[in-house]
Every structure is written in structure tokens, then in C-alpha cells.
């Protein structure tokens, strides 16, 4: 099952694998064809294409030319110059230049289908937002009035793929050719689904990509708040480890970013930048007299990042512990923190960060091939009920469900701190994604910028020259 949105990211992911969209086209076009020869009856069937001005349509023009020897007629619902996108363009235009029987619809008010056989419903595909307007809606209206076998690509006009709702009229198709996996809202009505095997390679959905980053977006009116306020709580026997985690909050975009430490521990940061609010507690380290307050902060954040440099103290982890089972909110455990989240019963949300180490420590199980790893953190992050991010030369990131791989980032980022910078970077994102996207795509940003650095300088990065690269490596040139 997946979503459109998570389509869309794989798609982009497989283009920067090197198998772009126009490939994935072309076998679309294919399967579509394929299902369209099984229904037709026989050669000399007569069969109608309706194809929208976008991908969905492109599928379609592809499909033309794999049914030679069909009484087949490709109608455009537009001019060709309305066409959205490149590739499908170049598709309607291969129609074209080859002859095929292809007809521009300007006025559908004069728009006869005749009589086909069957019809291809490819107006309009996963792009479709509210209901189908002029000129869809009244050629939805006939296609539903024919004899016709319909076959839909990939979803049948006017249908929303993830709820399999929609606001007006709708194709109503017999047969729906999907491509890649079944899509959610599929299931719910009466189309025979076939999904079509298009050779998007698996690491385009096992591994991250720039495709993961496309569910950053910023409205043009958001205001202050709406990107996110996180309370870093850390610090005690160590000071750098809150601010670098609090500094790449803020470099990931999240709007306020707040610091809960130890009075001593807050007096260093407030040197090292004036962009940190600190708010202060009493004593040397964290410690149970200070969770009551705490928790009114949390509650007044949306996400809290819990664990850099705090040690690991028994009443600093009791107190860890007695927050975490009365906090209800989103947090991100790193470091010392880790250790007391299999004892503790909580309604938080969490996304745990582990290294290989900590995870052992946690009770969890690791491997050296990653393949390995990836089914023992999916099943440990199952067990928990949390979101895991385990550290290595590939990350696994998984919610028990779905897990995904990072390959991003390099030897180099192996000096203190590093962990640091990608706890607030994920803390800042959980604000905005779900868990697993704010995993996934902290680690291939946080891996990003140490490559950018490395590329730049070689090794010997320290950690702040990774905080400065976190922007570009979350919002720089995006490969899609
Ligand atoms: N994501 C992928 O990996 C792949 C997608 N492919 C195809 O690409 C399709 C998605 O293509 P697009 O993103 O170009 O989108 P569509 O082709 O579904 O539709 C986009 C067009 O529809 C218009 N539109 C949106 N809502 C409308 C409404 N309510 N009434 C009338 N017009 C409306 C938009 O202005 C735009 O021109 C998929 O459904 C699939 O068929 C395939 O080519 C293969 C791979
Ligand atoms: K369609």
C-alpha cells in the first residue's frame, strides 16, 4: 500500500537513482496497454483514449503505441500547448509525429466519443485536487454512459487514491491499472485493481533520497509558531552537547527553540549564542524536584528533545524516567536518555536515536549487514511502540511498520557531537512530519551536510561545521 505523497517521493527517488520518470512512463504506458489487449476481445476492437494535460495522460499516449493493430483513437482534452509536463508532451507528440489517430478536444460540447469497445480513462491520475472541473466532469458523465469497458490508469478520474472518495462526479471504471503498489482508497470500489510492476528499483523506497524532502514545504502566510517550537532539556556534566542539538533546531527551521538546563550549564551556553532562550533550573543536573515544572514547558512545546549531555546519573535518569511516563506529547531521546524508555509506560510519541551501543543497552539486537539490521530494529521498534533512528554507516530508521535506510554521511562524522546536531535536527522536523519522516529525513539531512562538508574540506569536521550545512542539506538544490 502506499500513498500519493509517498508516490511522489519515490518517484523522485528513483530518479536520482537514475531510472527518471519518463522510463517509469513508458512502462505505465505499457502495463495500461497489456490489460487493454486482455479486455479488448480481439484485435479490430474499437478503443477510445481520454487523456488529461498531465502525467496521467502521458501513461495514456504511451499506451497508444503498444496497441498497433487496435481501431484505437487517442483524444487530448486541451491544445497540445496545454500539456503540463515535458515528458507528457514529448509522448503526445511521438503520437503525432507517427501518425497515429490522435484528436485535440477544444469544445467538449461537441465531443462525441461513438461507440467503443472499451475506454481508457486517463484524464486526470493522483493530481486531481477537489472535484472534476469543466471539460472532466461532463466527459466523466459520458464515459460513465457507455457500453464501454473503462480501464482507468492508475486511478479512475475524479477519485481521490488515498481515500477512494470523491467531491463530484467520478469515472466509474471496471478495470483501474495501478502502478507500483496498491493505493489505499482502491480497495473501496467496484474496479477489478491490477497493479503494474513499472521498475522502480526498491531502494527507491528502502533507502532515502532527495525525494524524502519533498514533504518539506512552507507556506508563503505561515507564521511565527507554525514551524515549530522544541525545549531542548540537557546539559549537566556536559554544556556543548544542548547547544549543538538546540543551534540545529534552529537550523532546521523550527521557529523557538528553548533550553532547559542546569543554571551552571545555562550561564556557558548563553556565550556561545545569543539566538538560544534558556530556561534555567536549580542545581548541577536534572533531577526528579525538577519534573513537575518541566512539564508545563513541554506542554506549551511541540516537540521536546530530550537527553544531550545529562548524564546518566541515577536521579538524572529517575527523573527522565518519571517524565516520560506522565509527558503525552512528542519527544526525541537521545544519548543517556535512551536507557530508561523500555521500563517506562508512556503515552508520548517518541523517536528513539540510538548508536549501535546505546540500542544494545536498550535491550535491542544488531548485525553487521544491514539488510540483517533492518528486520532487528523494524521488530525491536515494534516491541517499543517507538519510533527508532539506529546510527551506523547506514542508518535504519523504523516505526515497527515501515522502516527505511540512510546512506548518507561518511567516516568523518564519527567526532563527538555529531549525534548532537541530528537529535535537534529530527526534533525540529517532528514538529511538522510524522515520526518516521522526521527520522528518515533528519538522518539523510544530517548525513547530507557531512557530505557537503567532507566534499568541501576532507575530514576533520567538527560538529558546528555540520550545523551550518543542515539548511542547505534540507532546503539546497533538490535533485526532483
Ligand atoms: N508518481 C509516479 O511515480 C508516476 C506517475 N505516473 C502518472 O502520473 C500521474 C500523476 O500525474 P500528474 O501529477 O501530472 O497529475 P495528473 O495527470 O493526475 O493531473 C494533473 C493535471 O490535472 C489538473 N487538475 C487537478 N485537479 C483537477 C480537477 N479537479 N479538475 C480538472 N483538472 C484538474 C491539474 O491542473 C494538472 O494539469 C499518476 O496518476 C500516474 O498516472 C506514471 O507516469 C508513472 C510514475
Ligand atoms: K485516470
Given at each position: 500500500?502506499?500513498?500519493?505523497?509517498?508516490?511522489?517521493?519515490?518517484?523522485?527517488n528513483a530518479a536520482a537513482l537514475g531510472v527518471p520518470?519518463?522510463q517509469?512512463?513508458?512502462?505505465?504506458?505499457?502495463?495500461?496497454?497489456?490489460?487493454?489487449?486482455?479486455?479488448?476481445?480481439?484485435?479490430?476492437?474499437?478503443?477510445?483514449?481520454?487523456?488529461?494535460?498531465?502525467?496521467?495522460?502521458?501513461?495514456?499516449?504511451?499506451?497508444?503505441?503498444?496497441?498497433?493493430?487496435?481501431?484505437?483513437?487517442?483524444?487530448?482534452?486541451?491544445?497540445?500547448?496545454?500539456?503540463?509536463?515535458?515528458?507528457?508532451?514529448?509522448?503526445?507528440?511521438?503520437?503525432?509525429?507517427?501518425?497515429?489517430?490522435?484528436?485535440?478536444?477544444?469544445?467538449?460540447?461537441?465531443?462525441?466519443?461513438?461507440?467503443?469497445?472499451?475506454?481508457?480513462?486517463?484524464?486526470?491520475?493522483?493530481?486531481?485536487?477537489?472535484?472534476?472541473?469543466?471539460?472532466?466532469?461532463?466527459?466523466?458523465?459520458?464515459?460513465?454512459?457507455?457500453?464501454?469497458?473503462?480501464?482507468?490508469?492508475?486511478?479512475?478520474?475524479?477519485?481521490?487514491?488515498?481515500?477512494?472518495?470523491?467531491?463530484?462526479?467520478?469515472?466509474?471504471?471496471?478495470?483501474?491499472?495501478?502502478?507500483?503498489?496498491?493505493?489505499?482508497?482502491?480497495?473501496?470500489?467496484?474496479?477489478?485493481?491490477?497493479?503494474?510492476?513499472?521498475?522502480?528499483p526498491?531502494a527507491a523506497?528502502?533507502?532515502?533520497g532527495?525525494?524524502?524532502?519533498?514533504?518539506?514545504?512552507?507556506?508563503?502566510?505561515?507564521?511565527?509558531?507554525?514551524?515549530?517550537?522544541?525545549?531542548?532539556?540537557?546539559?549537566?556534566?556536559?554544556?556543548?552537547?544542548?547547544?549543538?542539538?538546540?543551534?540545529?533546531?534552529?537550523?532546521?527551521?523550527?521557529?523557538?527553540?528553548?533550553?532547559?538546563?542546569?543554571?551552571?550549564?545555562?550561564?556557558?551556553?548563553?556565550?556561545?549564542?545569543?539566538?538560544?532562550?534558556?530556561?534555567?533550573?536549580?542545581?548541577?543536573?536534572?533531577?526528579?524536584?525538577?519534573?513537575?515544572?518541566?512539564?508545563?514547558?513541554?506542554?506549551?512545546?511541540?516537540?521536546?528533545?530530550?537527553?544531550?549531555?545529562?548524564?546518566?546519573?541515577?536521579?538524572?535518569?529517575?527523573?527522565?524516567?518519571?517524565?516520560?511516563?506522565?509527558?503525552?506529547?512528542?519527544?526525541?531521546?537521545?544519548?543517556?536518555?535512551?536507557?530508561?524508555?523500555?521500563?517506562?509506560?508512556?503515552?508520548?510519541?517518541?523517536?528513539?536515536?540510538?548508536?549501535?551501543?546505546?540500542?544494545?543497552?536498550?535491550?535491542?539486537?544488531?548485525?553487521?549487514?544491514?539488510?540483517?539490521?533492518?528486520?532487528?530494529?523494524?521488530?525491536?521498534?515494534?516491541?517499543?511502540?517507538?519510533?527508532?533512528?539506529?546510527?551506523?554507516?547506514?542508518?535504519?530508521?523504523?516505526?515497527?511498520?515501515?522502516?527505511?535506510?540512510?546512506?548518507?554521511?561518511?567516516?568523518?562524522?564519527?567526532?563527538?557531537?555529531?549525534?548532537?546536531?541530528?537529535?535537534?535536527?529530527?526534533?525540529?522536523?517532528?514538529?511538522?512530519?510524522?515520526?518516521?519522516?522526521?527520522?528518515?529525513?533528519?538522518?539523510?539531512?544530517?548525513?547530507?551536510?557531512?557530505?557537503?562538508?567532507?566534499?568541501?574540506?576532507?575530514?576533520?569536521?567538527?560538529?558546528?561545521?555540520?550545523?551550518?550545512?543542515?539548511?542547505?542539506?534540507?532546503?539546497?538544490?533538490?535533485d526532483?
Open positions: 500500500m502506499i500513498t500519493a505523497r509517498r508516490m511522489a517521493a519515490v518517484d523522485a520518470r519518463k517509469l512512463m513508458e512502462s505505465s504506458g505499457n502495463a495500461v496497454a497489456r490489460v487493454v489487449r486482455d479486455v479488448a476481445g480481439g484485435e479490430g476492437a474499437e478503443i477510445a483514449i481520454v487523456a488529461g494535460r498531465g502525467n496521467n495522460g502521458g501513461d495514456a499516449f504511451v499506451a497508444a503505441r503498444f496497441l498497433d493493430g487496435f481501431d484505437t483513437r487517442t483524444y487530448l482534452l486541451g491544445r497540445p500547448e496545454s500539456v503540463s509536463t515535458d515528458i507528457a508532451r514529448e509522448n503526445y507528440d511521438a503520437l503525432v509525429e507517427a501518425e497515429y489517430d490522435v484528436e485535440t478536444v477544444t469544445d467538449s460540447r461537441e465531443f462525441g466519443l461513438g461507440d467503443p469497445d472499451v475506454v481508457v480513462d486517463a484524464m486526470l491520475g493522483t493530481g486531481v485536487t477537489g472535484a472534476l472541473r469543466e471539460p472532466e466532469a461532463s466527459v466523466a458523465e459520458r464515459i460513465n454512459a457507455l457500453d464501454a469497458t473503462v480501464v482507468a490508469v492508475d486511478v479512475p478520474s475524479g477519485v481521490d487514491a488515498d481515500t477512494g472518495e470523491s467531491e463530484g462526479v467520478a469515472v466509474e471504471a471496471d478495470h483501474v491499472v495501478t502502478f507500483h503498489d496498491e493505493k489505499p482508497g482502491l480497495s473501496s470500489l467496484d474496479s477489478k485493481v491490477h497493479v503494474a510492476d513499472i521498475g522502480i526498491a523506497e528502502t533507502f532515502t532527495p525525494g524524502d524532502l519533498r514533504s518539506l514545504t512552507r507556506d508563503p502566510q505561515s507564521h511565527k509558531g507554525d514551524h515549530g517550537e522544541v525545549l531542548v532539556v540537557g546539559g549537566g556534566p556536559y554544556t556543548g552537547a544542548p547547544a549543538l542539538a538546540a543551534g540545529s533546531a534552529l537550523r532546521a527551521g523550527a521557529d523557538l527553540v528553548r533550553v532547559a538546563c542546569p543554571e551552571p550549564v545555562a550561564r556557558e551556553i548563553q556565550g556561545y549564542s545569543e539566538n538560544f532562550i534558556l530556561v534555567p533550573f536549580e542545581g548541577s543536573r536534572f533531577a526528579p524536584d525538577h519534573v513537575d515544572d518541566l512539564l508545563g514547558r513541554a506542554n506549551d512545546h511541540d516537540v521536546v528533545v530530550f537527553g544531550p549531555g545529562l548524564g546518566s546519573a541515577d536521579e538524572t535518569l529517575d527523573a527522565v524516567e518519571e517524565f516520560l511516563a506522565r509527558y503525552d506529547g512528542r519527544a526525541v531521546v537521545d544519548a543517556d536518555a535512551l536507557q530508561v524508555v523500555p521500563d517506562v509506560e508512556t503515552e508520548a510519541t517518541l523517536v528513539c536515536t540510538p548508536h549501535q551501543g546505546e540500542l544494545e543497552k536498550m535491550g535491542g539486537t544488531t548485525a553487521e549487514a544491514w539488510r540483517e539490521r533492518r528486520s532487528l530494529v523494524s521488530e525491536f521498534a515494534g516491541d517499543l511502540g517507538h519510533t527508532l533512528l539506529v546510527k551506523g554507516a547506514y542508518d535504519v530508521v523504523s516505526d515497527g511498520s515501515e522502516t527505511r535506510v540512510n546512506r548518507t554521511g561518511n567516516p568523518g562524522m564519527t567526532v563527538g557531537g555529531t549525534g548532537d546536531v541530528l537529535a535537534g535536527v529530527t526534533g525540529a522536523l517532528l514538529s511538522t512530519q510524522d515520526p518516521l519522516d522526521a527520522a528518515a529525513i533528519g538522518a539523510y539531512a544530517n548525513g547530507r551536510a557531512g557530505d557537503i562538508v567532507v566534499d568541501e574540506r576532507g575530514f576533520g569536521l567538527v560538529a558546528t561545521d555540520l550545523l551550518e550545512r543542515v539548511p542547505e542539506a534540507l532546503w539546497g538544490e533538490r526532483d
